[in-house]
């Protein structure tokens, strides 16, 4: 080979060379959320055109602010953060304002956030003063030896550390209240809660989960959202998970974890993994719901047995996706 030809091939070797690796970095940088809104019986003839705009417009500005978060370097834990705030400020959501209410007519919420690649996890059930309770679960994460803390523990822990206490009637609108009042007397259950899970530019996975938890629920009644590993699961080398619905039922399956271990023990793909805990095992015992969660390569799946499901995803590279009836 002649110095030029020589001189050519090593140009020709440097470019390609480095536009391979580009593309496997790229490939390899996956970052992205999902997010859900509740599940149950959500379906479109009984849904104004109205309200399906404002649920999808909050589902896109929850995707949005958490995908800004993530394309920016900021963490998995921070975007599931703040993801969860704008759902639980918001009171379409059964979490935060607009929570169902207990059979004694109270908002008492529950709440928990992990990340992946420590397993360290927050949580507080039963807390009915507390404005933002996925903020609260990270304090326990963040600032206590504790995963999980309850009530009035929970709420003094929150005092001492300058957190926001509000009336429990700021969580309770006029539409949860009429609603109440029918259930009341229909002993039907309502599902909707809310959840998040990340995964951000280094390759950490996070998970959150926040709710009112099931309409009409007996005092003391906690569900799966603030249960590590029922509601809520993240393990950076498997996936997050986040779930909603039936909780007695996610929290007797183990359902988080369990998605998590098929993965794990199995080499489950997120999607076998998910289909076979919500369709066939969840579904088997009776009950009902769905989960959103993200592998550590950024593969996402929403699958739930129910009408709906609030829910939907912004990965890098692609558009915000909403949803809210099957398929
Ligand atoms: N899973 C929640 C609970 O059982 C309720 C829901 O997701 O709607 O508390």
């Known amino acids: 080979m002649c110095a030029s030809k020589r001189t050519l091939f090593a140009?020709?070797?440097?470019?390609?060379?480095?536009?391979?690796?580009?593309?496997?970095?790229?490939?390899?940088?996956?970052?992205?959320?999902?997010i859900h809104g509740g599940a149950g019986t959500i379906l479109k003839k009984n849904m104004s055109p109205e309200k399906e705009a404002a649920y999808t417009e909050k589902l896109k500005e929850a995707l949005t602010t958490g995908y800004k978060i993530l394309d920016s370097g900021g963490t998995s834990l921070d975007a599931v953060n703040a993801v969860i705030n704008i759902m639980e400020d918001s009171p379409l959501f059964n979490a935060g304002k607009g929570a169902v209410l207990t059979e004694k007519g109270e908002a008492e919420l529950d709440a928990s956030i992990m990340e992946g690649k420590t397993l360290a996890a927050g949580a507080v059930a039963g807390v009915k003063h507390i404005k933002n309770p996925i903020n609260l679960a990270r304090l326990v994460m963040e600032k206590s030896p504790h995963v999980m803390m309850i009530g009035d523990g929970a709420e003094e822990f929150a005092k001492q550390n300058n957190y926001e206490l509000v009336d429990n009637k700021y969580f309770i609108t006029e539409e949860r209240r009429q609603q109440y009042l029918k259930i009341k007397e229909a002993q039907d259950q309502k599902h909707g809660t809310v959840g998040c899970v990340a995964l951000d530019k280094t390759g950490n996975l996070a998970a959150g989960t926040s709710t009112g938890g099931m309409m009409m629920k007996k005092f003391g009644r906690v569900g799966d959202a603030p249960i590590i590993g029922a509601g809520t699961y993240a393990n950076n080398n498997t996936c997050a998970v986040s779930a909603t619905g039936h909780g007695e039922y996610f929290i007797r399956l183990g359902v988080a974890r369990d998605i998590s271990s098929l993965m794990e023990y199995k080499n489950y793909s997120l999607r076998q993994a998910a289909d076979e805990v919500i369709n066939v095992k969840l579904t088997k015992l009776g009950g009902t719901g769905g989960v959103i969660a993200i592998d550590k390569n950024g593969n996402v799946t929403m699958p739930f047995n129910t009408e709906g499901m609030y829910r939907g995803y912004y990965i890098n590279g692609g558009e915000p996706v909403v949803k809210i009836y099957k398929d």
């Not at 440097?14 to 593309?23: R, S, Y």
């Open 11 to 34: 140009v020709v070797s440097f470019f390609l060379i480095h536009f391979f690796c580009i593309q496997t970095i790229a490939q390899q940088q996956k970052y992205g959320l999902v």
